[in-house]
């Protein structure tokens, strides 16, 4: 009696567990078809996780190189134009009070032509809009600032009448009255150049903040990778 009565639980058991799997079929085949294409899925994660670790690599080698040019494009700025500044104002501020003479004036004219030279034709490095535009006003400060300087120092060698010109009185004392005007004039072009030039070192200095923030992610990212 008891081994029948044990028959008896197992088919109720199998008929149960036939039930069950009839009612929930639909779920089951679910659960089945999610398991499946998750093992079908992992190779193409391995590859899609190795084609991303590619990427980051490449992506890391590029930010490396324009961290490189940027760094290059401060340290140019700097020696060919911030240092010819430097020493103007060295000779307006310390040497020479608020005003300058004809004779430094000619050779800070020299200096600073030379610099203006280098911005607008040996300047290499590719910038962003902002750091353009911001450069462009720089090129027009350090005329503005050359001009200046040439009406300073022009008249110390020049006569009132050449062999291919002659001045009138009245021009010739306004050609020196401009000339020591000018002179007052001088640092406050100075002071505009340095802050156009620190307008362009800023831009800079911000895309080379940025590029380090992303060099610093990609570097967490293949850290997590390897992992």
């Given at each position: 009696?008891?081994?029948c ?6 088919g ?44 980051d ?14 760094r ?9 134009v ?12 310390w ?7 004809e004779?430094?004036?000619?050779y ?56 291919d ?54 570097d ?8």
């Open positions: 009696m008891m081994h009565a044990s028959w008896v639980l197992v109720c058991a199998i008929n149960g567990l036939i039930r069950a799997i009839y009612d929930y079929q639909t779920l089951i085949a679910g659960c089945a078809a999610v398991v499946a294409a998750y093992f079908a899925a992992r190779p193409v994660y391995r590859q899609l996780d190795m084609m991303r670790l590619q990427s690599a490449v992506m890391r080698g590029m930010l490396l190189d324009r961290e490189r040019d940027l290059q494009a401060l340290e140019a700025l700097d020696k060919n911030g240092e010819p500044l430097a020493g103007l104002g060295h000779a307006v501020y040497e020479e009070g608020d005003e300058i003479d004779e430094r004036a000619f800070h004219d020299q200096a600073l032509s030379t610099a203006r030279t280098w911005l607008g034709t040996k300047y290499r490095w590719r910038d962003s809009a902002e750091v353009e535009t911001a450069r462009a006003g720089l090129e027009k400060g350090l005329d503005a600032l050359i001009d200046t300087l040439d009406d300073v120092h022009r008249p110390a060698h020049t006569e009132k009448e050449g062999e010109y002659a001045m009138t009185d009245e021009e010739w004392t306004a050609f020196l009255k401009r000339g020591e005007d000018a002179k007052g004039e001088v640092l406050g072009k100075l002071s505009n150049a340095r802050q156009l030039l620190s307008a362009v070192s800023s831009g800079i200095g911000a895309e080379l903040n940025a590029v380090g923030r992303q060099l610093t992610a990609i967490r990212s293949l850290a997590r990778m390897k992992q």
